[in-house]
């Protein structure tokens, strides 16, 4: 499946945004779908995980009760609703999918979108 992540931006903190992943072919229902993010000089982080008919979603504690995953099965797309956004919230944001459900490694995710930048100022 190819994806490609849009939504981001820059925003004040205690703003929100809601980032989007397009995804092209017939079988992104089949997949678990998630959200990493990269920080400047930092590795890639998981950040949440849905399921393919959204039974299940996991995330990071560092998001925890301020984002929020979900899926539009009809649509192909993967959303992505930050509130609350923290400065430490600042990085590329990538939508990722192929991965198992309750495993956070990047590696473990073979489709990749190409990152959107989410800036927080304090």
């Known amino acids: 499946v190819q994806l490609q992540a849009s939504g981001g931006g820059l925003v004040q903190a205690g703003g929100s945004l809601r980032l989007s992943c397009a995804a092209s072919?017939?079988?992104?229902?089949?997949?678990?779908m998630a959200w990493f993010r990269q920080a400047p000089g930092k590795e890639r982080e998981f950040v949440a995980s849905?399921?393919?008919?959204?039974?299940?979603?996991d995330y990071a504690d560092s998001v925890k009760g301020r984002f929020t995953i979900s899926r539009d099965n009809d649509k192909n797309t993967l959303y992505l609703r930050m509130d609350s956004l923290k400065p430490e919230d600042t990085a590329v944001y990538y939508c990722?999918?192929?991965?198992?459900?309750?495993?956070?490694?990047?590696?473990?995710?073979?489709?990749w979108g190409q990152g959107t930048l989410v800036t927080v100022s304090s």
């Open positions: 849905v399921t393919q008919k959204s039974a299940w979603t």
């Open positions: 990722a999918g192929g991965g198992r459900a309750g495993v956070t490694a990047a590696g473990s995710y073979d489709s």
């Open positions: 072919g017939r079988t992104f229902s089949r997949y678990v």
